[in-house]
């Protein structure tokens, strides 16, 4: 994405100001200020910083805006994990499938080391 949606997005979802809020306080007209959000007209280093003073953000973050972290929550109870709920925080379907190989894999070499130990015992 570009940097002119990025000032939207944050514009319309966090702080829900209106563009022509934003361009009069910024000293423009509705048109040019939509020409920024639009990525038509460059944005300037200044007008950067006018932006994030108005939006109460640093500039690093409408231009960082779309790299942040995203995160999703994925639960799984079956039978296997005996009733207990496994959250996987941030993670795609895919790493949670990975995840779980990688948990059952370790139960059962855990089970192989305890069978291991009980026959040394006895």
């Given at each position: 994405m570009?940097?002119?949606d990025?000032?939207?997005?944050?514009?319309?979802?966090?702080?829900k100001?209106s563009?022509?809020?934003v361009?009069?306080v910024?000293?423009?007209?509705t048109?040019a200020?939509?020409n920024?959000?639009n990525?038509?007209?460059?944005?300037?280093?200044?007008?950067?910083?006018?932006?994030?003073?108005?939006?109460?953000?640093?500039?690093?973050?409408?231009?960082?805006?779309h790299?942040?972290?995203t995160?999703?929550?994925?639960?799984?109870?079956y039978?296997?994990n005996?009733?207990?709920?496994?959250?996987?925080?941030?993670?795609?379907?895919?790493q949670?499938h990975?995840?779980?190989?990688?948990?059952?894999?370790?139960?059962?070499k855990?089970?192989?080391?305890?069978?291991?130990?009980?026959?040394?015992?006895?």
């Amino acid at each position: 994405m570009k940097i002119g949606d990025n000032i939207r997005e944050i514009r319309e979802k966090e702080k829900k100001i209106s563009k022509e809020d934003v361009a009069t306080v910024l000293g423009i007209t509705t048109k040019a200020y939509s020409n920024i959000e639009n990525n038509v007209a460059d944005i300037t280093l200044t007008r950067l910083k006018e932006l994030a003073e108005i939006f109460g953000v640093t500039p690093e973050y409408i231009l960082n805006f779309h790299e942040k972290a995203t995160y999703t929550n994925h639960f799984n109870n079956y039978e296997g994990n005996q009733g207990v709920n496994i959250m996987y925080q941030g993670c795609t379907p895919e790493q949670v499938h990975n995840l779980e190989k990688e948990l059952k894999s370790s139960g059962e070499k855990l089970e192989g080391l305890k069978s291991s130990i009980k026959s040394k015992s006895n």
